[in-house]
C-alpha cells in the first residue's frame, strides 16, 4: 500500500475540535461534513485539499475527544495518510477503524514541509520527500491493519470474513 501526495502542514496538539468543529457534529452526511474538516485553523483547506493528498502535524495529533468524526473528515476531505510526531491514541484507533492511513515518524513530521510532495510506502514505513530528496523510516503497517484500511475500515473488514 501507498500513498503519495502535496503535503498540507499543521503544529503540535491539533485537537478533534480544531479537526472538525463540535457546532457541526449535527451533520450526518460525511461529504457535507468534510467541508467543514481544519477550517477554525485553516479556512481554505477545504478549497485546496485534492484527494491523495498528505497531512502532516507535530505532537499529539488528534488530542481532545474521542469522536470518530475528527478521521472521518480527514479521510473524505481527501487525505490519504496522515504523518505525525505522535498521535493521540484513540484518534490513532479511530482513524484505523474508519480505515484511513496514520503513521508516526518523528524526524519526517519535524523536516516535511506545508507543500512538499511526499510518497509513503506502508509495507516498509518508508516516507519519501520528492521535494527535498529525503527519506525517513517511520513505522511499517502491520498486514492485518493494511488489510482493514483496504477494506475501508474495521466494519467492512469484519463483513468480508
Known sequence: MQAKGKVFKYGDNVDTD??????????????ELAE???EDIDRDFVKK????????????????SSREH?????????????????FAR??????INIGLPIIECPEAAKNIQDGDEVEVDFDSGI?????????YQGQAFPEFM?????????????NQK
Open 49 to 64: 485539499v485534492q484527494p491523495g493528498n498528505i497531512m502532516v502535524a507535530g505532537k499529539n495529533f488528534g488530542c481532545g
Open 18 to 31: 480544531v479537526i472538525i468543529p463540535a457546532r457541526y457534529l449535527a451533520i450526518a452526511d460525511p461529504k
Open 36 to 38: 467543514h474538516c481544519m
Open 146 to 158: 493494511q488489510k482493514i484500511i483496504k477494506a475501508e475500515g474495521l466494519i467492512n473488514y469484519i
Open 70 to 86: 475528527a478521521p472521518l473528515v480527514i479521510k473524505v476531505s481527501g487525505i490519504s495518510c496522515v504523518i505525525a510526531e505522535t
Open 127 to 135: 516516507i519519501y520527500n520528492r521535494t527535498s530528496g529525503k527519506q
Open 90 to 95: 484513540i484518534f490513532y484507533r479511530n482513524a
